[in-house]
């Protein structure tokens, strides 16, 4: 955990709501790209620990015999059962209300267990040493998220960009220069290597794949402000009483920056990096 910050319950409240519209998609090809490196039967289960509202989860289960998503957020789990009614999911998904590190046996065995930009929130020592002893033989977790380092300028397409930057400094204008999360705050962001983290915890890798990104999105104001109602920094509740004067200015920010009501903006590539329960040649790697 990040020194001098634990987490709490108020971490994404109010957020899961916003979550699906606001948040950018995973890059197109992503389950296609772990069906042919993972090589699942069908036949399989994967837990997906924090699930948020079942992205990743919803994403791969046609993958899998069974998926549980695993998230402490109320509003998060309503929403992953939500959106496996409309997929038609629901039978073969589980939902459960909880904390990674207190995840036990009970949840069973997994082929596969996915983080989807969620591991920098977790005790990730902990976790990584819980989900091991969830894998079976040969099972791997896996661990996506944006490509970080790329750009992603509209040059060519017909909106403006995203004022990002601009949406940044409003959101510190309001909240202060140091990153809220929950009711704490984190001068020095959240932790990184998380490769030391998972090869302590015994895990094998990592092979790394990215999953080309770069196809148009147009993004209306609701989404760019469902966007920043999606974010732990920026969560509904951190304004309080001057929710309303954010949004206001938030919205007037986006009518200076496209009167139209509409951006342009590309999908991130998705980075993602395979780690495996079991060193290479171990018995029953399945690789």
Same mark, same amino acid.
């Given at each position: 955990?990040?020194?001098?910050?634990?987490?709490?319950?108020? #971490?994404?409240?109010?957020?899961?709501?916003?979550?699906?519209?606001?948040?950018?998609?995973?890059?197109?090809?992503?389950?296609?790209?772990?069906?042919?490196?993972?090589?699942?039967?069908?036949?399989?289960?994967?837990?997906?620990?924090?699930? +948020?509202? *079942?992205?990743?989860?919803?994403?791969?289960?046609?993958?899998?015999?069974?998926?549980?998503?695993?998230?402490?957020?109320?509003?998060?789990?309503? %929403?992953?059962?939500? /959106?496996?009614?409309?997929?038609? $999911?629901?039978g073969k998904t589980r939902w459960v209300r909880?904390?990674?590190? %207190? $995840?036990?046996?009970? #949840? *069973?065995?997994?082929? =596969?267990?996915?983080?989807?930009?969620?591991?920098?929130? $977790?005790?990730?020592?902990?976790?990584?040493?819980?989900?091991?002893?969830?894998?079976?033989?040969?099972?791997?977790?896996?661990?996506?998220?944006? %490509?970080?380092? &790329?750009?992603?300028?509209?040059?060519?397409?017909?909106?403006?960009?995203?004022?990002?930057?601009?949406?940044?400094? #409003?959101?510190?204008?309001?909240?202060?220069?140091?990153?809220?999360?929950?009711?704490?705050?984190?001068?020095?962001?959240?932790?990184?290597?998380?490769?030391? =983290?998972?090869?302590?915890?015994?895990?094998?890798?990592?092979?790394?794949?990215?999953?080309?990104? +770069?196809?148009?999105?147009?993004?209306?104001?609701?989404d760019v402000v469902a966007w920043a109602h999606? $974010?732990?920094?920026?969560?509904?509740?951190?304004?309080?009483?001057?929710? /309303?004067?954010? &949004?206001?200015?938030?919205?007037?920010?986006?009518?200076?920056?496209?009167?139209?009501?509409?951006?342009?903006?590309?999908?991130?590539?998705? &980075?993602?990096?395979?780690?495996?329960?079991?060193?290479?040649?171990?018995?029953?790697? +399945?690789?």
């Amino acid at each position: 955990m990040v020194a001098d910050w634990e987490w709490d319950e108020t #971490l994404f409240a109010g957020t899961a709501a916003y979550y699906r519209r606001g948040r950018l998609p995973y890059a197109p090809g992503l389950a296609d790209m772990l069906d042919d490196v993972l090589e699942p039967d069908g036949q399989g289960r994967l837990v997906d620990v924090g699930c +948020g509202p *079942g992205t990743i989860a919803l994403t791969l289960a046609h993958l899998f015999a069974e998926v549980v998503g695993v998230d402490p957020d109320r509003g998060m789990i309503e %929403e992953a059962r939500r /959106g496996a009614a409309e997929s038609g $999911m629901t039978g073969k998904t589980r939902w459960v209300r909880c904390r990674a590190e %207190e $995840m036990s046996s009970d #949840l *069973g065995t997994f082929t =596969v267990a996915t983080f989807g930009q969620s591991f920098h929130w $977790m005790d990730r020592g902990l976790v990584a040493g819980t989900v091991r002893g969830l894998l079976r033989p040969g099972g791997a977790l896996v661990h996506v998220s944006d %490509e970080k380092t &790329e750009s992603r300028d509209v040059d060519g397409l017909p909106h403006p960009a995203v004022p990002y930057t601009a949406i940044e400094e #409003l959101i510190k204008h309001y909240l202060g220069p140091v990153r809220r999360a929950g009711r704490g705050r984190l001068p020095e962001g959240t932790p990184g290597n998380e490769a030391a =983290v998972l090869t302590r915890a015994g895990f094998a890798g990592p092979r790394r794949h990215v999953v080309p990104g +770069g196809q148009p999105l147009e993004r209306t104001h609701d989404d760019v402000v469902a966007w920043a109602h999606s $974010m732990s920094f920026s969560a509904p509740h951190l304004f309080g009483a001057r929710r /309303g004067d954010f &949004e206001g200015n938030l919205r007037r920010l986006l009518e200076r920056a496209s009167p139209s009501g509409v951006f342009s903006e590309r999908v991130p590539s998705t &980075e993602v990096f395979v780690w495996w329960r079991d060193p290479p040649g171990a018995s029953g790697s +399945g690789r």
